[in-house]
């Protein structure tokens, strides 16, 4: 049984090293409260709150250089904040010990913007990379795994031996993606995974994200600028501007929001081209 999913577990009471804690159905995956994060006299983050359920594809999305990357490496402990609390799945990262500390990682996998694979490791290297970092497997599970990943994602066994150089775009997006799947986590973050794919490439890499959700259960949270993404696959969408989460809800609560930027974004020419909204409304 998933560990996630064992009720005998969900008792409330603080998990033992080694054991994973266990978020309570209708609780947040993901808690973010008041965070702040800047750097030097720049501050990013103004005092943030979001919570990700489990089992949803949270989109987030925001202004270029609004904090939307700063945010996710900050959930994922990368970036140190100056006040708030993070929570993923029931823990506070700062208080674990770098044992916990590791444990967690392997819960969660992640595609960043710039996700480049590793270009002098093949993509099985890529794929097993996050195994030999955190795992004691055999070469020859590590192998079949590897097979199980690339079928994930849509791509033949023999891209196993094939360089990153010898990859489209989307190809090498679904390494990525099959690298992030590596450990089989259950959240996974998206920094714009869709960026630099043409529309139909986009689409089908959309169409991967919700099947891998449906099928493994997953939760994902996706940075995305894609308009299309946030319309076919997200469940819910938060909206950042001015350091805070202005809107969070489903794509009705966009749509409905008074806020100028979440307007403009919904409302906007873009929008209108993806068929978002009709010419003329709002
Ligand atoms: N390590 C860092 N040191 C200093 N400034 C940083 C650092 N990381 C991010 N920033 C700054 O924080 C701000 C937010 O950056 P971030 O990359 O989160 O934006 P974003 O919303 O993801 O933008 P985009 O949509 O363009 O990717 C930017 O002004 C960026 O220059």
Same mark, same amino acid.
């Given at each position: 049984?998933?560990?996630?999913t064992?009720?005998?577990?969900?008792?409330?009471?603080a998990?033992?090293?080694?054991?994973?804690?266990?978020?309570?159905?209708?609780?947040?995956? $993901?808690?973010?409260?008041d965070?702040?994060?800047?750097?030097?006299?720049?501050?990013?983050?103004?005092?943030?709150?979001? @919570?990700?359920?489990r089992?949803? $594809?949270?989109?987030?999305v925001?202004?270029?250089?609004?904090?939307k990357?700063?945010?996710?490496?900050t959930?994922?402990?990368?970036?140190p904040?100056?006040?708030g609390?993070?929570?993923?799945?029931?823990? @506070?990262? @700062?208080?674990?010990s770098?044992?916990?500390?590791?444990?967690?990682?392997?819960?969660?996998?992640?595609?960043?913007?710039q996700g480049?694979?590793?270009?002098?490791?093949?993509?099985?290297?890529?794929?097993?990379?996050?195994?030999?970092?955190?795992?004691?497997?055999s070469p020859?599970?590590? +192998?079949?795994?590897?097979?199980?990943?690339?079928?994930?994602?849509?791509l033949?066994? +023999?891209?196993?031996?094939?360089?990153?150089?010898?990859?489209?775009?989307?190809? $090498?997006?679904?390494?990525?993606?099959a690298?992030?799947l590596?450990? +089989?986590?259950?959240?996974?973050?998206?920094d714009?995974?869709t960026?630099?794919?043409?529309?139909i490439?986009?689409?089908?890499? +959309?169409?991967?994200?919700a099947?891998l959700?449906?099928?493994?259960?997953?939760?994902?949270?996706?940075?995305?600028?894609d308009? @299309?993404?946030?319309?076919?696959?997200?469940d819910?969408?938060?909206?950042?501007?001015?350091?805070?989460?202005?809107?969070?809800?489903? $794509?009705?609560?966009?749509?409905?929001?008074?806020?100028?930027?979440?307007?403009?974004?919904?409302?906007?020419?873009r929008?209108?081209?993806?068929?978002?909204?009709?010419?003329?409304?709002?």
């Amino acid at each position: 049984m998933h560990p996630q999913t064992d009720p005998a577990q969900h008792d409330g009471t603080a998990a033992t090293p080694g054991t994973p804690h266990i978020v309570a159905p209708g609780e947040p995956i $993901i808690r973010v409260r008041d965070l702040v994060v800047g750097f030097g006299e720049r501050v990013v983050l103004k005092g943030l709150s979001l @919570d990700v359920m489990r089992g949803e $594809i949270l989109g987030f999305v925001g202004a270029s250089g609004g904090g939307k990357s700063v945010l996710t490496r900050t959930i994922l402990g990368l970036v140190p904040k100056r006040s708030g609390t993070v929570e993923v799945f029931g823990e @506070d990262l @700062d208080t674990l010990s770098y044992g916990e500390r590791r444990l967690l990682e392997q819960r969660w996998g992640v595609l960043f913007q710039q996700g480049a694979l590793f270009s002098s490791l093949t993509v099985r290297q890529n794929i097993q990379f996050p195994m030999r970092e955190y795992l004691d497997l055999s070469p020859r599970l590590m +192998d079949e795994l590897v097979v199980a990943k690339l079928e994930m994602v849509g791509l033949p066994a +023999d891209t196993a031996e094939k360089a990153p150089s010898e990859l489209s775009g989307g190809m $090498i997006k679904r390494v990525a993606l099959a690298r992030a799947l590596s450990l +089989d986590p259950e959240i996974l973050f998206l920094d714009e995974p869709t960026s630099g794919l043409d529309p139909i490439g986009a689409g089908e890499f +959309d169409d991967l994200i919700a099947t891998l959700q449906q099928t493994l259960g997953l939760t994902v949270f996706m940075v995305t600028h894609d308009l @299309d993404s946030l319309h076919t696959v997200c469940d819910r969408i938060a909206a950042l501007a001015e350091g805070k989460v202005i809107a969070v809800g489903p $794509i009705e609560t966009m749509l409905a929001s008074d806020h100028p930027w979440v307007s403009a974004y919904f409302h906007g020419k873009r929008a209108r081209a993806a068929g978002f909204v009709q010419d003329g409304g709002r």
